[in-house]
């Protein structure tokens, strides 16, 4: 999601994409790891699991902030359970909380995990909007128009080369075929959205969005079902595998942080679109691919998405932001709740772990003044 002016274009592309026939989520795999569950049964955010960023991107909105977190009860299916409160400061916000460069209006939240996931299963149970209207809130509780309720996985790695055009084997990571902007530069990037909610003002479809490196797909799927003011069930799997490339001989590859790296023009840059590979035998090698990310609402198949899907592992990222292609947000709060997530592993041998990791660094301070 980070960086998301520079495609903007991109977004504006989108296509809505049919229903699939009824198809429930399938029993989770033997092998499957459960590696994280919350609830916030403690009272807070645990610093071990997650963090919060006070971070600007994009354009059209001043960031998110901690101050927009909260801890709260509500009502889950009845029964009254601490939840994750992600708030969203409107354009007509003016109190004092504030975000990039001291602005009140548009501001939004964040909470990412300290863990970065792969292949796996990620089940997130949320609440957008309420079912009543309230001072200060949107016309339309249940449709807070002019933010960006969101899941998505991100993880994000800028590679610096010397040479634009010409691979660097001093520089194993750089690769000429993904130039970015403009410079001897890449941007490995592995996002997957599911989903974004709001584009333009409009719930009733949302954006299932993938990011490999510099590629981009970003489809639409129904999702009316869950504006109802209640908590839903949202789940994706994820899934990577190993796909051999026996064109590849070891005078083109080099070694680096534990995987292999083309470094040969001739190689059409389709076939591999950056990713790594695994070392199987002399001049024989696989890739580290995404194959697909599947998404249900409920227990009900929402959405697929099998083109430019990533294999790095990511930080799973839960919130609200305002961008300018959300709309106007001609309210002053509104807000969007999580109950409870799960995360299992499937460990694929697609999964490509360590190239990217790190937390998101803060880019503004308390006062709203720009980082450094």
């Not at 998301?4 to 989770?28: E, T, Y």
């Not at 590849?248 to 942080?257: C, N, P």
């Not at 305002?322 to 709060?333: D, I, M, T, V």
């Amino acid at each position: 999601m980070l960086i998301r002016q520079l495609f903007a274009s991109i977004l504006l592309l989108n296509f809505v994409v049919p229903l699939f026939a009824d198809d429930p989520v399938p029993p989770l795999p033997e092998s499957a790891r459960l590696v994280l569950e919350e609830d916030w049964s403690s009272g807070r955010i645990e610093p071990e699991r997650w963090y919060v960023p006070r971070k600007k991107w994009g354009d059209g909105n001043h960031g998110v902030v901690p101050e927009n977190v909260q801890i709260l009860p509500d009502k889950v299916d009845q029964e009254e359970k601490n939840v994750l409160v992600c708030v969203a400061r409107g354009d007509q916000y003016t109190g004092p909380i504030v975000g990039f460069e001291g602005n009140a209006d548009r501001v939004g939240s964040l909470v990412v995990s300290q863990a970065h996931f792969a292949s796996g299963r990620f089940e997130v149970r949320m609440k957008i909007g309420s079912s009543e209207a309230y001072a200060g809130g949107p016309h339309d509780p249940l449709r807070p128009a002019g933010c960006i309720p969101a899941v998505w996985t991100f993880g994000y790695r800028f590679v610096e080369g010397r040479s634009k055009d010409e691979f660097d084997p001093e520089v194993p990571l750089y690769n000429p075929h993904m130039p970015a902007y403009g410079i001897a530069a890449n941007e490995y990037w592995s996002e997957i959205d599911f989903p974004e909610f709001g584009k333009e003002g409009k719930f009733d479809k949302a954006m299932y969005n993938t990011f490999l490196q510099n590629r981009h797909d970003s489809r639409l799927f129904d999702v009316s079902s869950v504006l109802d003011g209640k908590y839903h069930t949202l789940v994706t799997q994820w899934r990577t595998h190993l796909r051999e490339l026996p064109e590849i001989k070891d005078e083109q590859v080099v070694a680096a942080d534990g995987f292999w790296w083309v470094q040969d023009k001739s190689v059409p840059f389709e076939t591999y679109l950056g990713n790594p590979l695994k070392r199987l035998g002399k001049d024989r090698y696989a890739l580290y691919e995404g194959t697909e990310a599947i998404h249900w609402i409920d227990g009900k198949l929402i959405a697929r998405n099998d083109k430019w899907v990533p294999a790095m592992a990511a930080q799973l990222n839960l919130g609200v932001w305002l961008p300018s292609w959300a709309g106007p947000a001609q309210w002053q709060k509104a807000e969007v709740r999580f109950a409870s997530i799960r995360v299992w592993q499937f460990d694929d041998e697609g999964d490509v772990r360590g190239i990217l990791s790190g937390n998101l660094q803060d880019n503004f301070d308390k006062a709203g003044r720009p980082l450094n």
